[in-house]
């Protein structure tokens, strides 16, 4: 088992939860969440800057914003996860900085607690 | 290979760790407010026991080799001054097996989080 962890953007968070539908990932768990990536210039900004907005200008230096995210985790078998990430890449992708990141986690053992079934039984 | 580090630490230093992971070249972060308890069983404040204690998780992923750097900066920066208190939180390491960039679709190396952007 394989715990899929996607940060998306908020709007997306509705073609995100079809996309985990067509996978037929049915569970899964979200939760709101701010985050920064590697620290890129937002284009808009660039753009005001450049067209000689002193406000935006002001704004160019500034890292380390957080912007809000939707964080996505679901619990999947192994053989689910490459079309997991694939459509939620496809999904998500606008080639924009701030699209998100997906990672991949091992997952060692779980338990439905309903009926206390153990391992792979448990999420399908 | 990478690993992922999550941080539960008081919401006030939020702000210094954040500061300190982005001096320290680490500038991708996700943060959410989470609730939760240690083993002192939470604050005995008269009769009342708060056992939900509001906390931020801190989530970043990095390379392994950078780890013991990362950890470092957030424990120094988290820790109460002095001696520490309890409360200050906790520090979580695992494995990260698989990283992607949906912007790009392509899958990370060792070189995913952290660093100067190529």
Redesign the interface.
């Given at each position: 088992m394989k715990e899929v962890i996607a940060i998306v953007r908020i709007n997306m968070m509705n073609q995100t939860k079809q996309a985990l539908t067509d996978c037929g990932i049915d569970a899964f768990f979200a939760h709101e969440a701010h985050g920064r990536g590697k620290g890129f210039v937002n284009p808009k900004i660039l753009e005001g800057a450049e067209q000689g907005y002193e406000e935006a200008a002001s704004l160019l230096g500034e890292k380390g914003k957080l912007y809000p995210k939707r964080l996505v985790t679901a619990v999947v078998e192994d053989k689910q996860v490459a079309c997991v990430v694939q459509t939620i890449i496809n999904i998500n992708q606008t080639g924009m900085p701030g699209d998100g990141k997906i990672f991949v986690l091992p997952i060692s053992d779980a338990v439905r607690v309903r009926t206390g079934e153990m391992g792979v039984k448990s999420i399908s | 290979m990478m690993i992922?580090i999550r941080s539960i630490i008081r919401p006030e230093k939020a702000d210094a760790v954040?500061?300190a992971l982005?001096d320290a070249g680490f500038?991708?972060?996700?943060?959410?407010s989470v609730a939760g308890r240690g083993k002192q069983r939470g604050i005995k404040i008269g009769d009342v026991t708060y056992d939900e204690l509001p906390k931020v998780m801190l989530?970043s992923?990095v390379n392994a080799a950078d780890k013991d750097f990362v950890i470092q900066t957030i424990m120094d920066t988290a820790r109460t001054k002095g001696k520490g208190a309890f409360g200050d939180g906790k520090i979580f390491v695992?494995?990260?097996?698989?990283?992607?960039?949906?912007?790009?679709?392509v899958q990370d190396t060792a070189a995913a989080?952290g660093g100067v952007?190529a």
């Open positions: - | 992922m954040l500061a982005m500038p991708a972060v996700t943060k959410y989530m992923v695992s494995e990260v097996e698989e990283s992607y960039t949906i912007s790009s679709g989080s952007p």
